[in-house]
């Protein structure tokens, strides 16, 4: 039977593309390709943002860097690419990095840049959700299964 394809966030899959230029590898997401197709994204480097770069929080409406720089044309650019990547390969599910401002759903940092968490949702993950893809991060890998 073909497998059905997922978008994951590519962090936890190893690659290096976080913030600080590491990745976050989980194992247990890891081993989804034996059920799904996985199909990588980084919507901050997608977006344009290079790697390691300064941390971002949404902060109301926009994006910013810790250091005030407005990267928020970047987060969006980064959902669209993520969006049309969804749409290529006809994926309905993606498994994102929780709390991340691009891909967190649900939960997010605050925009104090404090390790504060409030109620929302990446910029990559509402879009998505906005176009009817239904959003796991890697802590909810039990309702994917
Ligand atoms: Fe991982 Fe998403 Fe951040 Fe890229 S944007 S490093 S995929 S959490």
Redesign the pocket.
């Known amino acids: 039977m073909k497998k059905e394809a997922i978008l994951v966030?590519?962090?936890l899959l190893g690659v290096c593309?976080?913030y600080d230029g590491a990745s976050k590898p989980n194992a247990d997401v890891i081993k989804l390709r034996e059920r799904y197709v996985l199909i990588p994204?980084?919507?901050?480097?997608d977006g344009g943002l290079p790697t390691p770069r300064t941390p971002s929080e949404q902060v109301g409406d926009r994006v910013l860097m810790s250091d005030g720089k407005d990267v928020t044309d970047n987060f969006r650019a980064g959902a669209e690419a993520a969006l049309e990547r969804a749409k290529t390969f006809s994926c309905n599910i993606a498994l994102?990095?929780a709390r991340?401002p691009?891909?967190g759903s649900g939960m997010i940092y605050d925009g104090s840049f404090s390790g504060r968490l409030t109620e929302g949702n990446g910029v990559t993950a509402d879009l998505l959700k906005k176009n009817g893809i239904t959003i796991y991060t890697e802590e909810e890998l039990d309702k994917l299964i």
Do not use: H, Q, Y
Request: proline content about 7%; overall charge positive.
């Open positions: 966030s590519a962090c593309c976080r994204i980084c919507p901050e480097v994102l990095k991340s691009s891909c």
